[in-house]
């Protein structure tokens, strides 16, 4: 899916978790406005705290604004709820989150 057509589906359903989830990952991989993707994606760890690959999008996108600060507990928040059980998958991508806590020191 293209942009506009993530953008159509927040606009139909803004608080449906993967349509945020959706626009503000393209967003972060097509290197556009990255503030507009941690909008996006912060609105989806909201609505689904449960969702791991909302916060390492969201992990990601805030360290390559370089707010790191703002990155650890985010990170923090996708591991927890993958190790407490709370997730429903997503157990892949806890290497990779531990992996960017472990470089932001």
């Known amino acids: 899916m293209d942009i506009e057509a993530f953008r159509q589906m927040v606009a139909k359903n803004p608080k449906g978790f993967l349509g945020r989830y959706g626009l503000g990952n393209k967003i972060l991989l097509e290197g ?11 609105v989806a760890t909201q609505l689904d705290p449960t969702h791991l690959a909302s916060h390492l999008g969201l992990g990601r996108t805030l360290i390559s604004l370089g707010r790191k600060d703002e990155a650890r507990p985010v990170l923090q928040a996708g591991i927890d709820a993958a190790q407490s059980g709370r997730s429903n998958g ?6 990779e989150m531990q992996a960017l806590l ?3 020191g």
Not at 32 to 42: D, F, G, P
Not at 90 to 95: E, H, K, S
């Open 32 to 42: 556009a406005n990255l503030e507009e993707a941690v909008e996006h994606l912060t």
């Open 90 to 95: 997503g157990g892949d991508l806890v290497p």
């Open 102 to 104: 472990r470089t932001l």
